[in-house]
């Protein structure tokens, strides 16, 4: 499950974005009201992971055993803390991971070609992450992503995170440079920010419309 706060100007959007099960299908999109500044109240990321995870819940039969939550830049203080306790609560496991688009640096090969999925652990449950690399556009970038909370061992967390970026509903063999949940929660509050709150109390949640 991604999580992104964007907008404009001085509004911002906490927007969610989710591809989950088996099938890698993509179970729904959800966002709060109109917010000012770039943290997401405990409450209002608690709202919109319980409405996932009832999503989740009507199409399986049951709540999920594990979620990955994704939060764009780095996770302010505690604005997890209330939906961690409640996932702990319901017994469901959890792997809480900041992804930074900058702060990687850049990746220059000593010998060979660099390929996409390249995998380089730092210190303090932190890992470099190149998902996406396309010869002749110049040097790329990975991402940097930092093991908030949870127990998965960081490569299987790399892994995880990597085939992410395979699962674009948009296209086949273009993939984002960000794991598509979070990729999709990055476009949704652009597109809210755009069009406004007002024209989506209508939408299909389950409708890629921002793609």
Do not use: N
């Not at 505690?78 to 900041?98: C, H, K, N, P, W």
């Amino acid at each position: 499950m991604g999580f992104d706060a964007g907008g404009r100007e001085s509004f911002r959007f906490g927007g969610a974005a989710c591809a989950v099960g088996g099938d890698g299908g993509h179970l729904l999109w959800t966002l709060p009201e109109a917010q000012a500044g770039e943290r997401i109240p405990q409450e209002v990321v608690w709202d919109l992971l319980e409405e996932t995870l009832w999503a989740f819940r009507r199409k399986a039969g049951r709540l999920p055993s594990r979620v990955l939550l994704l939060r764009d830049g780095r996770v302010p203080q505690d604005e997890f803390a209330l939906a961690l306790e409640a996932l702990a609560r319901e017994g469901i496991a959890y792997d809480l991971v900041s992804v930074r688009k900058s702060g990687g640096g850049r990746v220059y090969p000593v010998q060979g070609r660099l390929a996409d999925g390249l995998y380089v652990p730092l210190e303090d449950k932190t890992f470099l992450l190149l998902t996406v690399h396309r010869d002749f556009r110049g040097t790329p970038r990975p991402l940097k992503l930092v093991h908030e909370a949870g127990d998965t061992p960081l490569e299987a967390l790399a892994h995880q995170i990597f085939h992410l970026t395979r699962l674009y509903p948009a296209s086949g063999f273009a993939f984002p440079r960000l794991p598509a949940p979070l990729h999709l929660a990055d476009r949704l509050v652009k597109e809210v920010g755009r069009l406004g709150i007002r024209h989506l109390k209508e939408v299909d949640r389950e409708k890629l419309f921002f793609v």
